[in-house]
């Protein structure tokens, strides 16, 4: 099966683009879609910040320096960067084409400046916004989460709800009312999307040129 390649090659595989505010339950999420489907995985970031205690290299994010990091960008290796909090994060352009080009599907953890420069850059994935059930909930979820000081979480509310009013370019919006309703919604759009009219075109014309 052939589809049609955004990095002007062929590809079979299919990128999805998941973003969301901290304490909307992403992470969660991702992790049971991941667990459903073998040929779906995730797509490790690079970042220049340093490890926390339960995170491994390459599994998590590939660790690297921050001249390391701005040697990656002044080489074109990264599909998308940002920086967030005074660390950079990107996404490996090699490492995503490899993925595609080898008809893995990919799944993407990435915020909405990152997104918006997937999306532009290589259309043709699915992007997916989760939202939490109301700010109220967001904001019980993050106080869980124990930030130190009341200026801190006040300032993740003020960014969550700047990130939620990019939505409306996504095409998906799921909201996290309950996680295994979230999931299956989840599941339903990666399932629809592989079914494309437009991912399918190649095998279509196989059979219509072959039928007797």
Request: proline letters at 4%; charged letters at 30%.
């Amino acid at each position: 099966m052939n589809k049609t390649d955004r990095f002007h090659g062929q590809q079979e595989g299919l990128y999805l683009v998941v973003s969301a505010p901290s304490g909307a339950g992403k992470t969660t999420i991702c992790k049971r879609i991941l667990s459903l489907f073998p040929n779906l995985t995730y797509s490790v970031s690079y970042t220049t910040r340093p490890p926390r205690p339960e995170e491994v290299d390459g599994r998590d994010y590939h660790f690297i320096s921050r001249q390391a990091f701005e040697d990656r960008i002044a080489g074109g290796g990264f599909a998308e960067w940002s920086e967030n909090y005074g660390y950079f994060y990107g996404t490996s352009l090699d490492a995503m084409k490899e993925h595609l080009q080898h008809g893995c599907d990919l799944m993407l953890d990435i915020e909405p400046k990152g997104a918006r420069a997937i999306k532009k850059n290589y259309p043709g994935g699915a992007f997916i916004f989760i939202m939490p059930p109301s700010m109220d909930e967001l904001e019980r979820r993050l106080i869980g989460r124990g930030f130190e000081s009341r200026e801190n979480l006040l300032m993740r509310i003020s960014q969550a709800r700047d990130m939620m009013g990019e939505y409306y370019w996504y095409d998906y919006v799921i909201f996290n009312d309950d996680l295994n309703e979230a999931v299956d919604c989840f599941r339903s759009v990666y399932i629809a999307e592989k079914s494309r009219r437009v991912r399918w075109e190649d095998r279509v014309g196989r059979v219509l040129k072959n039928r007797t």
